[in-house]
């Protein structure tokens, strides 16, 4: 199983970044996808998730400026972050839970987002 996520970089406050995780190894079309953030000294969290029949929950932090999509053609899910906060600074993490009735639990090396303010 393959997660490559990609997209992060630096930003200033206020804009915007399109986070993308490319799956391979799993059955992409039956697996519930989150992406998950890691600020410094701080425990994992989700930040986003999108179930198999499109679904979609996010954090409370998050709410309003982040959108998560996915696209079973290509295997890929998205994170559109919009109106991004210096506190949203964090390592992104692509994450697959259950996969059809099974609860996987695999975790993609993850993307650095830095916002400045």
């Known amino acids: 199983v393959q997660l490559q996520a990609s997209g992060g970089g630096l930003v200033q406050a206020g804009g915007s970044l399109r986070l993308s995780c490319v799956a391979s190894?799993?059955?992409?079309?039956?697996?519930?996808m989150d992406w998950y953030c890691q600020a410094p000294g701080k425990q994992r969290e989700v930040a986003a998730g999108?179930?198999?029949?499109?679904?979609?929950n996010y954090a409370d932090s998050v709410k309003g400026r982040f959108t998560v999509s996915r696209d079973t053609s290509k295997n890929t899910v998205y994170l559109q972050m919009n109106s991004l906060k210096a506190e949203d600074t964090a390592v992104y993490y692509c994450?697959?839970?259950?996969?059809?009735?099974?609860?996987?639990?695999?975790w993609g090396q993850g993307t650095q987002v830095t916002v400045s303010s």
């Open positions: 994450h697959v839970g259950r996969v059809g009735l099974i609860w996987r639990n695999y």
């Open positions: 190894g799993i059955m992409f079309g039956i697996s519930d």
């Open positions: 999108i179930n198999i029949g499109g679904s979609t």
